[in-house]
C-alpha cells in the first residue's frame, strides 16, 4: 500500500501543470534577475555586453547561487508544487480515505517522500535549462576562471557533474524549508502560510550570519566550505555535511508531523 500512495503522491506533486511554470519562471529569475541584466536592461541577455571568455555559464552559476536576491522566490515556487498538500488532502476529504487504507507512517512517509523529490527534480530540470539556454552564447567555464570557487576541479574537469551537486545541494535545502512548511500546515491547514513560510524561513537563515559556521546556509547555497573550515577536511565532507543537514531537517519534521497527526487520529480531529 506504501508504493501505492507513494506513487500516488508523486503523480499530485509533479503535476505538468505546476511544474513546468514553475521550471520556467526560475529560470527566467535566473537569467532576466543577472545584475547585468539589471544594469543593462535594453539588452536582450545580460551577458551580451560582455567578452565571451570573461565569465563562463556555471561562474554566473556560482554567483547566481550565492549572491542572487531571488533566490527567495525559488524556494516559493518549489515549496508551491506540494508542501500545502497537507491542506488540500483536509480540506476535500482525501486523507479520510487514504487513512482508512493505511496508517499514519505510511501517510506521513510518502508525503515527505514526495516533497522533496518534486522540489528535487524541478532545481535539476530549471538548473539544466537555465545552462542549455545560455550554451550557445557563452562556455560553460571561462579559462579565465579563477581560484575563487570551491569546487574549481569539479567544475572544470566534470562541468554536468558541478551542476547537479548545486542543484541538488540548493533542491535539499528548499525541501528542507518546504518540509518545515508541511509540518507547520498540520497545526494550521492554510495553504499560503504552508508556501509562503518556506520562504520567510529560508530568507531568514540566509540572513544569519554564522561566520562561516557549520550551519551557514548562504554558504551551503553558494557551494562555499562550512564543515571543513573547523574539521579540515575534504571538499566532500563539506559537500555531505550540505546534504546531510537539510537530510536531517526532513527526518526531524517528518517525525514531528507524523506525532501531530496520530494525535488527531487519536483525538479523531482529522
Known sequence: MFINLLITDLKRSLDMRKVIPAILLIVFFMIFGENAFIDNPEIL??????????????????NMLLFDKYKVIFVILLCSLYSSSYCKDKSNGYILMVLNR???????QSKFI???????????????LYVFILFPHIDLVSPYCNNGYYYLDIMLSHPVCY?????LQFSMIAAACGSIGLLVSIFQPDAFVSIGLPGLIFFLALSFKADNGPFDILSMVGMNPTLTLYT???????YLWGITFPFMVICLTG????????????????
Open 45 to 62: 541577455l545580460p551577458w551580451s555586453g560582455y567578452s565571451k571568455d570573461y565569465n563562463g555559464i556555471l561562474e554566473y552559476l556560482g
Open 102 to 108: 493505511t496508517d499514519a507512517t505510511s501517510y506521513t
Open 114 to 128: 514526495a516533497n522533496t523529490i518534486s522540489i528535487i527534480f524541478v532545481s535539476l530540470c530549471s538548473f539544466f
Open 163 to 167: 551542476i547537479i551537486m548545486a542543484a
Open 232 to 238: 579540515g577536511g575534504t571538499v566532500w565532507l563539506d
Open 255 to 270: 517525525f514531528l508531523f507524523y506525532l501531530r497527526l496520530t494525535k488527531k487520529i487519536i483525538e479523531g480531529n482529522i
